[in-house]
Nanobody, 115 residues
Framework: QVQLVESGGGLVQAGGSLRLSCVAS????????MGWYLQAPGKQRELVAT???????NYADSVKGRFTISRDNAKNTVYLQMNRLKPDDTGVYYC?????????WGQGTQVTVSS
């Protein structure tokens, strides 16, 4: 059974930083295409950052230079370091494993950035 558990969200002022974690079980983060997605209030879920099995990363234009995706294979965990946060970064952040079916999602962690 695959389980992804996100943590690290919270309330932060604009300009601040947070680090999100996604602990995986039942799947190896090193062997899967992993990603972070944001569902902002009233909007569809959108890609924020991805990391491939080779370690290549990709970012949404809105977060380039501010966010960094990484993984710790020993801990089977994927991280999203978020710096210089903006109010537009507010929403629920979801971790995803897999690029094509089957894919798996975590339950999400709320990030609120106040202006």
């Amino acid at each position: 059974q695959v389980q992804l558990v996100e943590s690290g969200g919270g309330l932060v002022q604009a300009g601040g930083s947070l680090r999100l974690s996604c602990v995986a079980s039942g799947v190896f983060v090193s062997a899967n295409y992993m990603g972070w997605y944001l569902q902002a209030p009233g909007k569809q879920r959108e890609l924020v950052a991805t990391i491939t099995t080779f370690g290549s990363t990709n970012y949404a234009d809105s977060v380039k230079g501010r966010f960094t995706i990484s993984r710790d294979n020993a801990k089977n965990t994927v991280y999203l370091q978020m710096n210089r946060l903006k109010p537009d970064d507010t929403g629920v952040y979801y971790c995803k494993a897999g690029r094509y079916a089957p894919t798996y999602w975590g339950q999400g962690t709320q990030v609120t950035v106040s202006s």
